[in-house]
């Protein structure tokens, strides 16, 4: 039976590569927590705009801000997603939006809101998700 003799230099080595390894998954984490803000602008006929991982929400709302075309309003997601949903039968009419822990709920929530307001063939003419939505 032998005896097993690991230098000190290949130790050092060791803890610094454990060191190293944790800093990174410790950063990774704090990445994507704080780049964790959205948007989803929604408007007339259909207009849209969406902003995901964003590092704020007031940013987020202004990007998604920009993209939408008319008098849009902006909803903000964190952690979360947003659809927006229009009657294709008439994109000028009704239209629904919702923000929800996950997207099959506000997809669900955005259309049945269509409905709600009149909308004849209601589907989804939007979506996004921020990183941990």
Known sequence: MGILIVSTAAA???ALFILAL??????SRFVTESWAAGALAVGKCG?????YDYPAEAT???AALR???GDCTAVTMKRACAAFAIDMAKPCGAHGYAVKP???SSLNAATKKCYEFGGKE???RAWACDAKG
């Open 47 to 51: 207009a849209y705009g969406q902003a």
């Open 60 to 62: 987020a709302r202004a």
């Open 122 to 124: 209601c589907v989804i």
């Open 22 to 27: 944790t800093l990174v998954i410790g950063a």
């Open 67 to 69: 993209q939408c075309k």
């Open 102 to 104: 996950k997207i099959s």
């Open 12 to 14: 050092q080595r060791r």
